[in-house]
């Protein structure tokens, strides 16, 4: 069984900083993307950024220059350094990663999420 744990999430003030982890664990023969998404209150789950194996990444426009994603593919571990945060960033953040484990094919597999809340 393949999972993703992901933690660093909590409350913090406006202006400042998080960092999210998230760890994948099981029968793992390769990953491919990983990255963070995030669903806020009403709203339908969106990109924050994600990182291919090859170190390609890709941010949502309201992101840019503000948060970071990166990767330590011998930890299987992915991290979002959140920087300047804004109320509008208070969300739970899920990780995702497409993973090839053992016996099985390619899926994309999701964490069970981190709450991330900004207060003004």
């Known amino acids: 069984q393949v999972q993703l744990v992901e933690s660093g999430g909590g409350l913090v003030q406006a202006g400042g900083s998080l960092r999210l982890s998230c760890a994948a664990s099981?029968?793992?023969?390769?990953?491919?993307?990983m990255g963070w998404y995030r669903q806020a209150p009403g709203k339908e789950r969106e990109l924050v950024a994600i990182?291919?194996?090859?170190?390609?990444?890709n941010y949502a426009n309201s992101m840019k220059g503000r948060f970071t994603i990166s990767r330590d593919n011998a930890k299987n571990t992915v991290y979002l350094q959140m920087n300047s945060l804004k109320p509008e960033d208070t969300a739970v953040y899920y990780c995702?990663?497409?993973?090839?484990?053992?016996?099985?094919?390619?899926?994309?597999?999701w964490g069970q999420g981190t709450r991330v809340t900004v207060s003004s």
């Open positions: 099981g029968n793992i023969v390769r990953i491919n993307t």
């Open positions: 995702n990663a497409e993973i090839l484990a053992l016996g099985s094919y390619w899926r994309n597999y």
């Open positions: 990182m291919t194996s090859g170190d390609s990444t």
